[in-house]
């Protein structure tokens, strides 16, 4: 496997990568909302033509000592074309997501996943296959600290992800989803193909 000749082997300092251009996000023209059935099978008949997605859940923040999380409350699939994002309190949207991650021959890719999957598999009954976690790869690959998907793009793209810490921390489990809201957790996922295809994986 080629090594990516930009790839350098220590992890970007926030402030190089704060004076990188800025990496060109998907718009709400490429982000699909699913909140109902009929929008969760189109998706799935969409998304399984793929080889991989990029992936990634939101939940909830937990602000209470004591309090657990039932999330995730969203869960984002993402080729490099398009990105679906799926509110999880409809059953057949549930449905949908469980058998999405449970498609085998399919790569799952994104960073930080630890969580996510313990989360998938308490909530939606499936043990998420084919994940891949892209820190690993840049451990192998000789990068010492955790990348992140911030570090990963400034490496491979020479650009700066922007992540809105205001989205980040909103309210995940709210019946409506804000713009900001999708904006942030389609281009989550969508970072994680774009790098899970610049590695050459």
Same mark, same amino acid.
């Given at each position: ?51 991989? %997605? ?29 990105? %679906? ?117």
């Amino acid at each position: 496997m080629q090594q990516n000749p930009r790839e350098q082997h220590s992890t970007p300092h926030k402030d190089a990568i704060a004076l990188l251009p800025e990496f060109t996000r998907l718009g709400l023209d490429r982000i699909t909302l699913v909140n109902e059935g009929a929008q969760a099978h189109a998706a799935l008949a969409n998304l399984r033509q793929a080889r991989a %997605w990029g992936f990634d859940t939101e939940s909830k923040p937990t602000f209470k000592v004591g309090e657990v999380s039932d999330g995730p409350h969203v869960l984002q699939l993402s080729t490099p074309e398009r990105a %679906w994002v799926f509110q999880l309190h409809d059953p057949e949207c549930r449905a949908v997501a469980a058998e999405l991650m449970a498609l085998p021959g399919i790569a799952k890719a994104g960073f930080g996943l630890g969580d996510d999957r313990k989360r998938i598999l308490h909530k939606l009954g499936v043990e998420p296959v084919g994940v891949l976690e892209l820190n690993v790869v840049f451990r192998e690959r000789g990068y010492r600290k955790d990348m992140g998907v911030k570090g990963a793009v400034a490496v491979l793209f020479g650009q700066r992800f922007i992540k809105s810490k205001k989205a980040a921390t909103s309210n995940w489990a709210a019946p409506r989803l804000t713009e900001s809201q999708l904006v942030y957790a389609a281009n989550d996922a969508y970072a994680a193909i774009r790098v899970f295809n610049a590695l050459g994986l």
